[in-house]
């Protein structure tokens, strides 16, 4: 199964002409919980394969360390289960220096197309060994919600945040309860550090 595309909240200063924005909030509704958006690669680990984007997606050379990481892995995921998340080796545009592995979850999926909630994201990223990526915020407010990663991140440091219902989300409302807020893309940034030689990002 391909990832979805995660809609950008009205006012996302990284929403392109090309970019969707989701107006409709109304599904934002009871507890909400604000992550941190990585400045990775998307990855997606399943019992039987690795990949990026969508099955059909060749891996990266970059992403040979989480590739050695899921071959550990795998065997623990369940069947038809996908594991998604960052691969954050290589360096891009931000530059980190304590993050807490490759391959960072931010999203597990059962065998009924259904994502998980955060406390089971957390749980079962917790039996494979594997980090979440930072949360920012719980709680019921959207307006608290949008607020929480400038209180605590800043452009230079961070790419955004994604804000989710903390409960289960089938895929077919994942556009409307899973949505994303981009900095603007900052005027001197290098781009991805991705081509023949490549900076690495530093780990705890």
Not at 22 to 37: A, F, P, R, S, Y
Not at 52 to 63: F, I, L, Q
Not at 128 to 156: F, H, I, K, M
Request: net charge negative; charged share 25%; glycine share 8%.
């Amino acid at each position: 199964m391909r990832y979805p595309d995660t809609l950008h909240l009205p006012g996302s200063p990284g929403a392109t002409a090309d970019d969707m924005v989701q107006h409709d909030l109304t599904w934002l509704d009871g507890e909400l919980v604000v992550t941190e958006k990585l400045d990775g690669g998307n990855l997606t680990f399943t019992r039987d394969a690795m990949y990026g984007r969508s099955p059909d997606c060749d891996t990266e050379p970059w992403d040979r360390p989480a590739k050695a990481l899921w071959a550990m892995t795998s065997y623990r995921i369940p069947d038809d289960w996908r594991v998604c998340g960052e691969s954050m080796w290589a360096r891009r545009t931000i530059a980190y220096s304590d993050l807490p592995g490759v391959f960072i979850v931010f999203g597990i999926w059962d065998e009924t197309d259904t994502l998980l909630g955060w406390d089971d994201t957390v749980d079962w990223a917790t039996r494979l060994e594997l980090p979440v990526v930072p949360v920012l915020y719980r709680g019921g407010s959207l307006t608290e919600a949008r607020a929480a990663w400038a209180t605590r991140r800043d452009a230079a440091s961070s790419e955004g945040f994604v804000v989710r219902s903390a409960g289960r989300i089938p895929a077919d409302e994942f556009s409307v309860r899973v949505l994303k807020w981009v900095r603007a893309e900052p005027a001197d940034a290098p781009g991805a550090r991705l081509g023949a030689t490549f900076a690495v990002n530093e780990f705890a």
